[in-house]
T-cell receptor, first 115, second 112 residues
Framework: DVKVTQSSRYLVKRTGEKVFLECVQD?????MFWYRQDPGLGLRLIYF???????EKGDIPEGYSVSREKKERFSLILESASTNQTSMYLC??????????????FGPGTRLTVT | AQSVSQHNHHVILSEAASLELGCNYS??????LFWYVQYPGQHLQLLLK??????LVKGIKGFEAEFIKSKFSFNLRKPSVQWSDTAEYFC??????????FGAGTRLTVKP
């Protein structure tokens, strides 16, 4: 079974703090993704990566950055956390598929509260 | 860029009722379509997917979905829901690449 793990289930941080969310997958997937999930908005793509040291902006990258130094690990960084970044953060991974449409496997999520 | 609309935000059904959840997407080219489900307290998991071929696809737990290209729709159906189907359901689409766009989700509550 594919396993995607996230470093924390719950996290509480103060405004202005630097926050690191870690994601690790054990299936040698090339593709990794970070989403945030908010009620009524579904999942919105923040950043994704198709390879080590590669990153692409998703639909809502402002206020976030990412790091992918190893294939299995994809980190999401909030440089200076703000209250509007309070959300559930989901990590996902997939194999590439030439025609697109690769199934994504999700981690359990990190519920981040910024006070 | 592709986008997805799910028209029902919260659906409440009694057990044994039939279910249909709407999903429409906007993209003019070839698409791959998905339904994911998130049971309370669990990970998102794939329910079913459509790449090509038969537009009626069957997934796990008795769910099916029909792709209607002319309507840009991919509606999810189940003839008889159970209490254990209570969950949030997400429609998703991608085109030629491997990143995906999700709808806002539909929360399904099944009353026993």
């Amino acid at each position: 079974d594919v396993k995607v793990t996230q470093s924390s289930r719950y996290l509480v941080k103060r405004t202005g703090e630097k926050v690191f969310l870690e994601c690790v997958q054990d299936m040698d997937h090339e593709n990794m993704f970070w989403y945030r999930q908010d009620p009524g908005l579904g999942l919105r793509l923040i950043y994704f990566s198709y390879d080590v040291k590669m990153k692409e902006k998703g639909d809502i990258p402002e206020g976030y950055s990412v790091s992918r130094e190893k294939k299995e690990r994809f980190s999401l960084i909030l440089e200076s956390a703000s209250t509007n970044q309070t959300s559930m953060y989901l990590c996902a991974s997939s194999f590439p598929r030439r025609e697109g449409g690769a199934e994504q496997y999700f981690g359990p999520g990190t519920r981040l509260t910024v006070t | 860029a592709q986008s997805v609309s799910q028209h029902n935000h919260h659906v409440i059904l009694s057990e044994a009722a039939s279910l249909e959840l709407g999903c429409n997407y906007s993209y003019g080219g070839t698409v791959n379509l998905f339904w994911y489900v998130q049971y309370p307290g669990q990970h998102l998991q794939l329910l079913l997917k459509y790449f090509s071929g038969d537009p009626l696809v069957k997934g796990i737990k008795g769910f099916e979905a029909e792709f209607i290209k002319s309507k840009f729709s991919f509606n999810l159906r189940k003839p008889s829901v159970q209490w254990s189907d209570t969950a949030e359901y997400f429609c998703a689409v991608n085109a030629y690449n491997n990143d995906m766009r999700f709808g806002a989700g539909t929360r399904l509550t099944v009353k026993p």
